[in-house]
């Protein structure tokens, strides 16, 4: 097998690590954030903003929990944006309730599908936007891992 710009000589996707620690694929116009979270994030942290002259429609998101989340009362966390129509707690991911401590345990764990997907589906991000972390309901007392963001840039 010969090797070219995207793939390995086994026929892998090439990429490189990005100094913030984001893995950037050789694919054109795809992305896959993994940004790092944990309890002590304050509500509303912003994780992530949509570069400058970049729209991105974000396709899936899920949790990559390392140490599962504990304590608080009832603790739930979501994700959601500044951006026009993706504001309230819960749009991005973890939906109107947030993700708990049932579902944030070691492991890849899809979590509760953001409410704006499962209202229409598209969720399109403009320049500037900010992806943000949400304690939804009190505050958990441990836990740390990272949230994925999966899509493609579109012009």
Not at 7 to 33: E, I, R, Y
Not at 69 to 80: K, M, P, Q, R, V
Request: aromatic fraction near 8%; hydrophobic fraction near 40%; proline fraction near 3%.
């Amino acid at each position: 097998m010969t090797a070219s710009a995207e793939k390995s000589p086994f026929g892998h996707p090439q990429g490189k690590m990005q100094s913030d620690g984001t893995w950037q694929l050789n694919v054109p116009n795809v992305f896959a954030l993994k940004l790092a979270i944990s309890y002590a994030l304050a509500d509303a942290a912003v994780l992530f903003t949509v570069p400058t002259g970049k729209r991105m429609l974000l396709e899936r998101t899920f949790w990559e929990v390392i140490t599962a989340f504990t304590g608080g009362s009832s603790s739930a966390i979501g994700l959601s944006s500044s951006g026009t129509g993706y504001t309230t707690k819960g749009d991005l991911l973890g939906g109107a309730s947030g993700d708990v401590l049932a579902t944030l345990v070691a492991g890849v764990k899809g979590g509760t599908i953001g409410a704006k997907f499962g209202s229409n589906g598209i969720v399109l991000l403009e320049p500037g936007a900010t992806i943000r972390f949400d304690r939804i309901t009190s505050a958990f007392t441990a836990g740390a891992g990272y949230v994925h963001i999966c899509g493609k840039v579109v012009d």
